[in-house]
């Protein structure tokens, strides 16, 4: 059983759609990411929260819009995407006292049609 | 900024025999940490070993093992007695306190298990 819960596991959007992507993580840590991992690519780093504050946005277009309500959830609202867009969604949380521990989501499938 | 490089695509092994995965990577930083993570095809990705890049002595997890090589950047996964749930992607990857303790990963090695 994962600590880190990610909503919906399958998802499939026209380009005119919005949706959203949730997060919940049952940790108790402070620190939550965003990940897209596309086939035969590494995975990028797409937004970093720590204590629920943005600290890094790595040039996301703003299509992606990333919500941190507080230190447990964790959303990104998609908004007239493209088909490249489509790729696992995976989140991450950490405890900034022990960093270097990340646990994972199972990750949002997200296909843009 | 940092980069992971992860030279092969796939590798296979032989149930109970070892296999060892490449990973290099390269940063200016004197402080960092590496990480093999392994991603069965439940897709969630599983931290298998950490190194913390100060430490000589290499890092070791029951049949997991590193040879983290500081000099030449280069950080090898080596798995012993490899059973079929080994099974998965394994992704190298970095992270220092520059980079908002996120992870810098390679581009992942497709590892198969053989009865």
């Known amino acids: 059983e994962t600590g880190v819960t990610q909503t919906p596991r399958h998802l499939v959007m026209g380009m005119t759609n919005k949706k959203s992507l949730k997060c919940e993580q049952h940790?108790?840590?402070?620190?939550m990411y965003w990940y897209k991992q596309s086939a035969k690519k590494p995975l990028e780093l797409m937004f970093v929260?720590?204590?629920?504050?943005?600290?890094e946005n790595n040039s996301v277009p703003s299509r992606f819009s990333p919500e941190c309500p507080n230190s447990s959830h964790l959303f990104l609202h998609l908004h007239t995407l493209q088909p490249e867009d489509s790729a696992l969604y995976l989140c991450?949380?950490?405890?900034?006292?022990?960093?270097?521990?990340?646990?994972f989501g199972q990750g949002t499938r997200l296909t843009v049609v | 900024a940092q980069t992971v490089t992860q030279s092969q695509p796939e590798m296979s092994v032989q149930e109970a025999e070892t296999v060892t995965l490449s990973c290099t990577y390269d940063t200016s930083e004197s402080d960092y940490y590496l990480f093999w993570y392994k991603q069965p095809p439940s897709r969630q990705m599983i931290l298998v070993i950490r190194q913390e890049a100060y430490k000589q002595q290499n890092a070791t997890e029951n049949r997991f093992s590193v040879n983290f090589q500081k000099a030449a950047k280069s950080f090898s996964l080596k798995i012993s007695d490899s059973q079929l749930g080994d099974a998965a992607m394994y992704f190298c990857a970095s992270m220092n306190s520059n980079s908002g303790y996120a992870l810098n990963f390679g581009k992942g090695t497709s590892l198969l298990v053989t009865p």
């Open positions: 940790l108790g840590h402070n620190a």
């Open positions: 929260y720590s204590l629920e504050e943005r600290v």
């Open positions: 991450a949380s950490s405890q900034e006292t022990d960093w270097t521990e990340a646990f």
